[in-house]
T-cell receptor, first 109, second 117 residues
């Protein structure tokens, strides 16, 4: 079983729509959780950390469910510039990151 | 945030040759750097952890004699792909770890796209 699993998508949504997707992780000892964004042929960039209480950053909302071992990301009022691959990342609290394969989101005009 | 650079950004080489990729932390010192590889539509896979002044720690399945890592200074780590073959064609990304307020944050380089013909 992979450490981090994501629905690859793609999620094709119109501008202004809301899109949400999850990722699941296998190690219950995981301590830190992140969403990264990766554009085509570029390096991953940190979008946001995910906290136990859930957190919001502008149009982006992240949730963590430790009991079910999943993390979610919701994007409201989608923009064309939100088109990217979103990577779910989990760590055991040290510096080693485990990446999901990514969920592709395409926002159309 | 911290800036990490990689050079070259892309390289095409012939099968059997060796390729060196540099990873530099530009405005901070990184005692630990990481090398990842990403094949199309797959996740980033950690290849090795590079510690300044000591030998790299390789992940299971990564050949240390094929992927030579040198971390000679606090701002530079290099990855050399020796005797490259077409199956080594991939996107190689480095990152540098910085500890901030008790948490580790990783900053990624822009990646190097290697094509072996």
């Amino acid at each position: 079983r992979k450490e981090v699993e994501q629905d690859p998508g793609p999620f094709n949504v119109p501008e202004g729509a809301t899109v949400a997707f999850n990722c699941t992780y296998s190690n219950s000892a995981s301590q830190s959780f992140f969403w990264y964004r990766q554009d085509c042929r570029k390096e991953p960039k940190l979008l946001m950390s995910v906290y136990s209480s859930g957190n919001e950053d502008g149009r982006f909302t992240a949730q963590l469910n430790r009991a079910s071992q999943y993390i979610s990301l919701l994007i409201r009022d989608s923009k064309l510039s939100d088109s990217a691959t979103y990577l779910c990342v989990v760590t055991l609290g040290d510096y080693k990151l485990s990446f999901g394969a990514g969920t592709t989101v395409t926002v159309r005009a | 945030g911290a800036v990490v650079s990689q050079h070259p950004s892309w390289v095409i080489c012939k099968s059997g040759t060796s390729v060196k990729i540099e990873c530099r932390s530009l405005d901070f010192q990184a005692t630990t750097m990481f090398w990842y590889r990403q094949f199309p539509k797959q996740s980033l896979m950690l290849m090795a952890t590079s510690n300044e002044g000591s030998k790299a720690t390789y992940e299971q399945g990564v050949e240390k004699d094929k992927f030579l890592i040198n971390h000679a200074s606090l701002t530079l780590s290099t990855l050399t792909v020796t005797s490259a073959h077409p199956e080594d064609s991939s996107f190689y990304i480095c990152s540098a770890s910085v500890r901030l307020a008790g948490n580790y944050e990783q900053y990624f380089g822009p990646g190097t796209r290697l094509t072996v013909t």
